[in-house]
């Protein structure tokens, strides 16, 4: 439910970013190492809970990466980061969904009322909405609580902006979701790593760059033992999107390469 690129490789990717920005195609690094650039992972947020199959790969990969001369540092975010990052941004994207489809729709001249995606919502979707969404429903935002997150969002930009400037990383790096996919009858309630969750948790790892507003990109890194795939997830600071893709074209040659 979440628009974004699903692309056979990172050129693919830098090529729908020439179309959808107009500007002329990222040049991609031909280089077959990644000697100069620095990764950061940060275990205590972006690995608790997940899946063991996901942290193993996930560690072999760190492994691969600084095998071919990338720089690993360890960092901390802080003990409250993600419960933070996933209030606030949980918290935001239900307050401003009605304005922001509402502007979308009228803006491309879209012949659809937000009403009408409202009543065609299916059943848990639409109980979420009719509590969360729909102005004067219970759990719809105050002015002055929706005002409030500013703070908290400004907490989350700033502590993933030190990743690039206090540790010098050119990416952070962690697991795209911290479980491979779950049975879709299962998605109200699953274990990861032994803790009970429900679909909300596939996007723990994701929702920080959310609210900071950053770039990110997924790369494939192997299969778990049913087949199914899992994620390396690059974030990079705020509109460097650009250096991200190339950054990714790199990581992307040394993984297929050891493949």
């Not at 307050?95 to 848990?124: C, M, N, Q, Y």
């Not at 723990?204 to 609210?211: D, G, H, K, L, W």
Request: charged share 25%; glycine share 8%; net charge negative.
């Amino acid at each position: 439910d979440t628009t974004g690129v699903f692309a056979r490789s990172v050129e693919d990717c830098v090529l729908i970013d020439q179309v959808v920005t107009g500007a002329p195609a990222a040049e991609l690094d031909s280089r077959a190492d990644l000697k100069g650039t620095r990764f950061a992972f940060a275990p205590r947020q972006y690995l608790n809970p997940v899946d063991p199959e996901v942290e193993a790969r996930f560690r072999k990969t760190l492994l691969r990466l600084a095998e071919a001369r990338a720089e690993i540092v360890e960092i901390d975010l802080g003990g409250d980061f993600q419960a933070l990052a996933l209030r606030t941004t949980w918290s935001l994207f239900f307050r401003e969904t009605k304005a922001s489809l509402s502007d979308f729709l009228e803006r491309h001249a879209i012949p659809v009322a937000f009403k009408d995606l409202h009543v065609g919502l299916r059943a848990g979707v639409k109980d979420a909405w009719d509590h969360f969404v729909i102005p004067g429903a219970p759990g719809y935002l105050s002015e002055q609580a929706y005002h409030a997150l500013t703070a908290d969002r400004l907490t989350v930009k700033e502590r993933m902006s030190e990743i690039f400037t206090r540790h010098g990383a050119h990416a952070l790096i962690f697991p795209t979701t911290p479980c491979t996919a779950p049975r879709v009858e299962r998605q109200m309630q699953f274990t990861v790593g032994g803790q009970a969750v429900d679909f909300r948790a596939l996007a723990n790892n994701t929702i920080p760059a959310s609210a900071a507003g950053l770039p990110g990109v997924s790369l494939p890194i192997g299969l778990d033992s049913h087949g199914l795939p899992i994620g390396l997830e690059l974030d990079g600071p705020e509109s460097e999107d650009r250096a991200l893709l190339g950054l990714a074209a790199r990581v992307e040659k040394v993984l297929r390469a050891s493949q």
